[in-house]
């Protein structure tokens, strides 16, 4: 299988992180720590496959490894070593 | 809107098949009773879960197609992969009355709400078209005026998916264009357009960067990147194109 078939978009990351944030995140900007663009995480680059136990989220542009996401033995670990921040709607004051 | 609703955690929850329908040879669409749902935006996913007698699971994303507005009635449109593991029992299996455990609505970035308005450019290969349904649907329910065109590309006729719906939502005078294009048979009396999207055929469907179009796309992953380099070339802003890729998901 060619590496591009492999890649996803980072909307597909959003079932593994709503097990995780109340928020939604795939809507979040985030900022790249390799090349600083700044955008949606669910336009970056996903790499997942239903077997694997993780996922990988690379910059659209430069493809440095923004975050990834590991599940094993009842564990999830988030290593999120390259972005700069996140920017995440604030909702708390809509919960009904 | 939903919004009140995203503010839990994702949980899994049971759902009843209420309907099946035969959309072409490979793919049909379960209606699912869904007590308790919160509610989505059109181009949402959710996961369902599947699980053997020996405990082992497994678990796939799919595009909801119907429009936000069928309260706790939910539409799935399933493509049948022959060396699937989900998409077989889905598509052949799976009866009515029978039970499924799914858990959503997911996503918040491919989706369309009607106050984003338009125009909308949804281009879509194979069943990249669920997505993109839940969107002519939710635009078609709400009598809304936004303009529209969709790109189609399927193999052949007989593997349009909505085939009769899209003839009737794209009627003059609605306001929303549709456009297929077969890439392996064309029959005789056809009409439409043959062959891959490219950026020639973009070019001639799609609208001016100038119109500052919405643009989404859906589908396996090529026709996707493809799409997606050649609507940036012919000068449309990077931001404004949405995708959603299939990838390898294992059916």
Partial sequence: MEDNQMRLDGNAIAGLLGELFTAEVTDAR????????????????LYMHPLAPGAVLRCRWCESVLMVLVHAEGRVRLAVRGMAWLDIEDNAERID | ???????????????????????????????LEVPGWP????GQHMDVRLTAEDGYAAERSYSIASAPDAGEQLTLTVERLDDGEVSPYLTEELRVGDQLELRGPIGGYFVWDLE??????????????????AMLRRRAGASSKVPARLLYSSRSRE??????ELHRRGAAGSG????????RVQPPDWT?????????????VAWSPTDRPLMYVCGPTT?????????????HDPERVKTERFGPTGG
Avoid: F
């Fill in chain 1, 30 to 45: 985030g900022a790249c720590l390799g090349c600083g663009a700044v955008g949606a995480l669910g336009a970056q680059h």
């Fill in chain 2, 1 to 31: 809107m939903a919004r009140a609703a995203l503010q839990r955690r994702l949980t899994w929850r049971l759902a009843e098949v209420t309907q099946l329908v035969a959309e072409t040879p490979r793919v049909r669409s379960l209606v």
């Fill in chain 2, 39 to 42: 509610g989505h935006r059109a």
């Fill in chain 2, 116 to 133: 984003m308005g338009g125009p909308l450019m949804l281009i879509a290969g194979g069943s990249g078209i669920c997505p993109l349904m």
């Fill in chain 2, 159 to 164: 593997d349009i998916i909505y085939r009769e």
């Fill in chain 2, 176 to 183: 929303l264009e549709v456009i297929h294009t077969l890439t």
């Fill in chain 2, 192 to 204: 439409g357009r043959a062959g891959r999207i490219d950026q020639a055929m973009l070019n001639d």
């Fill in chain 2, 223 to 235: 026709l996707v990147e493809h799409v997606a380099d050649a609507l940036v070339n012919l000068g």
